[in-house]
C-alpha cells in the first residue's frame, strides 16, 4: 500500500473519519452520559482484522490474556473479518464478537458503509483496547481502533508492510502505548514478544494448540482413511494450480490407496468441484460444504494435509496433523513453517516481495516461485512425510 494513488486515498478516508469521529464526539458533548454500575466487568476489545491463519497463530497468547484479563472482571470484545468470525466462536472467550467487512471498509465503493462502521464503533467504549498485529493497516486496524473510545490503547510498532512510514508514526498517536518491535523472526516469534511486552514477563515461545477444539469437533463423516487437500489460498497467484493437486492426489492414492478429501470456500467450491468431479481421482468434495468446526473435525481425522499456505495449513499444524504447504516468497518463512507442517519452495533472489511480484504473469496462473515447484518435489516432499 505504498503507491501514490493509495497514499492519496488513504488520506481522503482520513480526512473523512476525522469528520465522522469529530461530529460524534459533538453529539456524545451534547448529550447526558449515562450512569454506569460501579460493579460492572471492565471491557476489553481485542481488533484483529486479518486472516484466519493469522488468528490461528494469535490463538497461542489466549492462556497469557486470560491471566491477565480474567473473564470474571473483563467483558472480552473481538472486532475481526468474517473469515475469521466462525473461528473466534469455537472459543469460550468472547461475549461479543463484532465483524468488519475489511474489504468494503477500505473501498471507494464502500465509503458509506465505513463511515457507517465507525459511527457504530464509536459507541463500542472500552477501558483497554489491544491492536496485537505486526503488520499494522492504516486504513483499518488503526482506524478502527482510532474510532473507539478507550481508557488504554495498546498496539506494537510493527513493521511497514502494509503501511507507509507516515501512516504507521501517525497511527500511533491513536494508541497510550505502542510496544517496540525490531523485526525479524517468525510470526510465532512476534506473538510471543507482543504478549511479552503486555504482560511485563520473560518472552517464552507461544505455540497454538487445537487438539482439544478438534476432539470436540463434529466427527467426519468419512468412513475410510484419506487424507485432505485444500487447493485455494484467497488469491489465485498463491494457488499451485487445482489441475496439479489432482494429478499429486491421483498419484498419492495409488500409492497410499487413501480416499482423497477436498475442503475449501464456496468460492472455491464454485472454481474447483467440477474439475475434480470430472477428474479420475476417489474423492469426497466438502468444498463449500463445511464450517470451521467441521473443517477441525476433517483435518483431525487426516492422515496428511495437502495444500497452499492458507488458514488451512495452520489450523493443520495447531492440531499436530502433518501437512504439505506450497508456498511462495511473498512472506518466505514469517508464517511458515511450524509444528508439523512441512513446506516446499522455490527460492528466488524476490524472496520477501510482500506478494508484489516483479515478474509478469498471468493472472490465471500462480506467481513464478509457486509454478516453479514440480510435481516430483511435491510427491517427494508426501513421501518424506
Known sequence: MRS??????????????TCVLSLRALVRCLRASPAVAGNRRQRLILVRPDALGDFVIWSATFETLRRLYPQERYEWVWIGTPAQAG?????????????????????????????????????????????????????????????????HKFASRGDLT???????????????????FFGGGSELDFTADFASKLSGGPSVALVPDLRQLAGNAPASAVAERYFLVLPGAGWEGREWGVERFIEASERIQRQKGWLAVWAGSEAEQRRFS?????????????????????????IAGAEMVLCNETGGAHLAAACSVPSLVITGGGHFE??????TMRV???????????????YPFS???????????????????????
Request: charged share 20%; proline share 4%.
Open 162 to 180: 502494509n503501511s507507509a512510514n507516515w501512516q504507521l508514526r501517525l497511527a500511533d498517536r491513536f494508541y497510550t502505548q505502542v510496544f517496540p
Open 274 to 298: 467440477n474439475l475434480v468431479q470430472k477428474s479420475q481421482v476417489r474423492s469426497h468434495d466438502r468444498m463449500g460444504k463445511t464450517s470451521v468446526h467441521e473443517l477441525l473435525g476433517l
Open 344 to 358: 516446499l519452495a522455490k527460492k528466488m533472489p524476490c524472496f520477501g516481495c510482500n506478494w508484489h511480484c516483479i
Open 4 to 17: 501514490l494513488k493509495s497514499q492519496a486515498w488513504a488520506l481522503v478516508l482520513f480526512f473523512l473519519d
Open 334 to 339: 514469517r508464517f511458515a513453517p511450524w509444528g
Open 87 to 151: 473461528f473466534a466462536r469455537l472459543f469460550d472467550l468472547f461475549d461479543q464478537l463484532i465483524v468488519v467487512n475489511t474489504t468494503r471498509f477500505r473501498s471507494f465503493f464502500g465509503v458509506g458503509y465505513r463511515l457507517q462502521t465507525l459511527w457504530r464503533l464509536c459507541n463500542v467504549h472500552s477501558d483497554i483496547l489491544i491492536h496485537p498485529i505486526r503488520s499494522r493497516e492504516f486504513l483499518i486496524g488503526d482506524a478502527i481502533a482510532r474510532a473507539i473510545p478507550a481508557k
Open 363 to 385: 493472472g490465471r496462473k500462480p506467481v513464478p516461485c509457486i509454478d516453479k515447484i514440480e510435481m516430483e518435489q511435491v510427491l517427494q516432499a508426501v513421501r518424506e512425510l
